[in-house]
């Protein structure tokens, strides 16, 4: 399955964005005990996308029986970048995130009106070292 959606650059729009990326991510048939960790990682690129990027923006997901791929586009040349913030930090946590908690992720160059697109993968058969410890 793979579906497409643009999103408004303004922060209102992640809302919107975690909702439809939820329901591609259900009618896929994701199981639910990934869905809400996939749904998590959608919120924080998109958040990225509209808060330091230029528009368009579109997210997109990929779904095949192997792993789900989602990826944010947008007109921005400036790539995300892992951040270690102190606990006192009231943000900069969202790439963490994503590189803790997803089998893979980066950036690709894009073509048109688009500059890149900020992507993670998850496996479905990985279990990500960070909630390893929690399936037992």
């Known amino acids: 399955m793979r579906a497409e959606t643009p999103v408004a650059a303004e922060l209102s729009a992640v809302a919107p964005a975690r909702r439809w990326a939820r329901e591609r991510l259900t009618e896929a048939g994701v199981e639910q005990d990934r869905l809400d960790m996939l749904v998590l990682l959608v919120s924080e ?49 969202g790439v963490m995130f994503v590189d803790r908690l997803a089998s893979a992720w980066g950036t690709t160059p894009e073509e048109g009106a688009a500059v890149k697109a900020v992507w993670f993968e998850l496996r479905h058969d990985d279990v990500p070292a960070d909630l390893a410890r929690f399936a037992r």
């Open 45 to 93: 690129l998109v958040t990225n996308a509209v808060a330091h990027a230029d528009p368009p923006v579109v997210l997109r997901v990929d779904v095949d029986h192997e792993r789900t791929r989602v990826e944010v586009t947008d007109g921005a040349r400036e790539v995300p970048v892992l951040k270690h913030p102190p606990p006192t930090a009231l943000g900069g946590r």
